[in-house]
């Protein structure tokens, strides 16, 4: 009798049978662009005068266009990962700009579609998206390949690449498709500081740069929307466009973004265009970034993942409303980066409730500008929003987080490397303590003045960041910035004494302890670089950079098995990173192996053939070959770009081995 009810909760409940197959979705081609620090409030369309952004401007016009949305985060990283989970940073994971990985047993759309048959294909423009953080999950194509910034085994990859290069990438693969449906993310980032527009736009916005960068950026969406016209029919193409967060310019006493809640950097552009969505309509209730997912699906014919906590904004299309009304919002950033409380926020149409170590309510629709505190005059909006914030965050409203730099299917690859047990997360109390970033504002403002794209004298950009590691000793940010100006004066020991003196503070990181180990062999102190390399590798596994150094300073010094085992770590992480290939190389050369020498050197060429170092290398095994024609090649590739100051030593040799093939 007691297992007939068992078995017949079981079948109530749904626990003991296969769980529902998903609904087959309308077979729509979708087109998502996401902008980098867009602010709502400077485009065309939003009602700004003083730009023009005809792109977004006729999407806007073919579709919805949502007045008032709201992100979830003013950080690029969980706010993509809202936009495509449907969920807060509080249920994806990803707290922060670095430290935190999308997890792989998340279903973001891309795996939504892929599963369903779709092409998938992701082209981002900037290094906090790239696909190590978990955001290639799903994408048959992710291309993230930022520019390099030199030429030699050691130096990364800039932050960034031009808004036209990513869509040139995007429409080559474009031009591939046939048949299938496909989805296509295009992300490009140049409204991103520092703000500068190339050609026409730095001419016609000289004051204004970051509009001239916004405008720059609608050029790019305007190529990519008519390519796609082109090549999909509109009533089988679904397009949206949204900005991830906004950015402040002075409001609050911020210049960027990442600390505040304000609808400087909250308020987003969000627009949609395709079959199912009628023209011209435009949305004033709130909406947020987590709705989109949902929108689409509804619009696809299918359903959001039940752990979705976004809803479909269709019902607005006609006149209804949508069950959006409250925005939970959060900032891990003053926390992480600086030392400083953490903010959380609950967003209406009406309301902005902000809890920090002094709390904030602002009527967004009598003070749009959010000037006024009206926290003492409404006690009883407070404590309904404080229940708010505790059910998104859930327990008593505080909670612990881990940073956590590699993703669950990596750390089975590094414990079986031999290389480390695991990293070393840094945890955080989430509880509200700390310097509340509105009293920090003075920081902010040295930092901006120090970071001002006016042309100011290093001297006087070292002096404002002293001054602010001085006010605010524990500040982290505060030492890498001020570190870094060191380091371009040439000022190496100041930068290293620097970098101590934070660790002699408690400020402890991955990041610290690289620098000091790429400072420690600088000065030829290889024994004290690894040490600080392997620290800096607990913190964080997935700095391939930092790996790739000590791997480099194990082979010096001979450990030749621990120096192959950091490169294969490495290219897990990345098998497009040319200088793990060429690392290999330098390992098989030492094993005597020179066929394995050569296809890692080949590899390493033809992935970057600006690393002069491996085209060197290669020469050198080509002529040990008797290949004389592609050793000509590769010294002649080395001597037109190898930098005189960094392979002073080098070139004069080069230089012998060439002559001697003539």
Known sequence: MYRCAVLAALLVCGCG???????????????????????????????????????????????????????????????????????????????????????????????????????????????????????????????????????????????????????????????????????????????????????????????????????????????????????????????????????????????????????????????????????????????????????????????APANAQGVSLTPAFSGGTAASGISYEETLYPKIAMGWSELRGIRTSHWLYVRAPKPELYDRAADPSESTNVIGQHAAEVQKFEAQLKNAIGADGSEKVRTKMVDERLTAQLRSLGYLSGSSPQEYDLNGQGPDPKDRVGILKLIYLAESPVNIPQSRRIALLRQAVEEDPKDPSLYHQLGGELEKAGLYPEALALYQTALQRGVDNGRLHSRIADLSLRAGDKGRAIVEYEKAAQFNPGDLESQTNLATAYLEKGRIADAERVFRWVLSNDDRYAAGHNGLGLVAIQRRDMAAAQTQFEQAVQLNPDLVEAQMNLGLIYEMAGDRVRAKACFEAFLAKASRKQYGELIPKVQQELTALQ
């Not at 709502?40 to 016009?61: F, M, N, R, S, V």
């Not at 040139?168 to 993310?185: E, H, I, N, V």
């Not at 609608?218 to 009533?235: E, F, I, T």
Request: charged letters at 20%; aromatic letters at 10%; one cysteine or more.
């Open 17 to 303: 049978s296969r769980p529902a197959e998903p609904a087959r979705l309308k077979p729509l081609n979708v087109v998502v662009i996401t902008i980098d620090t867009l602010r709502a409030d400077h485009l065309h369309c939003y009602g700004y005068a003083k730009i023009e952004t005809p792109a977004i401007d006729q999407l806007a016009q073919q579709g919805v266009l949502f007045e008032d949305a709201a992100a979830q985060a003013p950080l690029t990283p969980p706010s993509h990962a809202s936009i495509f989970t449907g969920q807060y940073p509080t249920v994806h994971g990803v707290r922060n700009t670095g430290g935190f990985i999308l997890p792989s047993s998340a279903r973001p759309l891309a795996r939504i579609l892929q599963e369903q048959g779709w092409d998938t294909a992701a082209f981002v423009s900037s290094a906090v998206l790239k696909k190590v953080i978990g955001f290639g999950n799903g994408f048959a194509v992710y291309d993230d390949e930022m520019p390099r910034q030199g030429n030699s085994a050691d130096v990364g990859e800039d932050p960034e690449r031009p808004g036209g290069e990513t869509v040139d990438r995007a429409l080559r693969w474009l031009g591939t498709q046939s048949g299938k449906p496909y989805f296509l993310w295009v992300h490009l980032y140049d409204p991103h500081m520092p703000y500068h527009p190339p050609g026409e736009f730095k001419l016609k916005y000289k004051d204004r740069p970051y509009d001239g960068e916004i405008a720059y950026a609608d050029q790019q969406v305007g190529r990519l929307l008519d390519a796609v016209r082109k090549k999909s029919p509109a009533d089988s193409t679904i397009l949206a466009l949204l900005s991830d967060h906004g950015e402040s310019l002075g409001e609050h006493g911020e210049y960027s973004h990442g600390v505040f809640l304000y609808d400087a950097t909250m308020h987003i552009a969000f627009a949609m265009a395709g079959p199912g969505i009628p023209a011209g309509i435009r949305v004033k209730q709130q909406v947020r970034s987590i709705d989109f997912l949902p929108t689409l699906m509804a619009l696809m014919g299918g359903a």
